[in-house]
């Protein structure tokens, strides 16, 4: 049975969208910037209250900018990297690696029936985005 990173997404797509899985990927550096930019041309502009002024603006734009939309985690995984599914799928593999399958409607249709299973997949899947992808999970009902 070979097995195929394709059939792994695609189950732990499933598996996220019967779960409503959305996670949302903050910038907080960029924000950080933003907030560190604004302050330095508030200062330049009004000495020291421009600082003061600057720094609070510069800090709700950064705020604002690093409160990311959530994104369904299928959308999300479809969009990484080849390596980082590469990463997802080599974890997934050893939760799996009793199993046999021939596809991935077969494969999916077996996790699906197991809800010990699922809740390995899911564990597994919200470490990675937690602490790869630094991403904040949120599940919809």
């Excluded at 195929?4 to 695609?10: L, R």
């Excluded at 903050?26 to 421009?50: D, E, I, K, Q, W």
Aim: hydrophobic share 50%; charged share 15%.
């Amino acid at each position: 049975m070979p097995v195929v990173v394709k059939d792994i997404m695609k189950l732990l797509c499933s598996i996220s969208e019967e779960k409503n899985m959305k996670a949302t990927i903050r910038h907080s550096g960029r924000g950080a910037l933003v907030a560190g930019a604004v302050a330095f041309v508030g200062g330049l502009v009004g000495g020291p209250p421009g600082v003061a002024f600057g720094g609070a603006v510069g800090g709700l734009l950064g705020a604002w900018m690093t409160s990311g939309q959530f994104k369904p985690v299928p959308q999300i995984l479809m969009e990484l990297p080849p390596a980082e599914q590469q990463k997802l799928f080599n974890e997934a593999v050893a939760i799996l690696r009793h199993l046999e399958w021939t596809d991935a409607m077969q494969l999916t249709m077996l996790v699906m029936g197991s809800e010990a299973l699922q809740q390995q997949l899911l564990a597994m899947l919200a470490n990675y985005i937690t602490t790869e992808l630094q991403a904040e999970i949120r599940y919809d009902d």
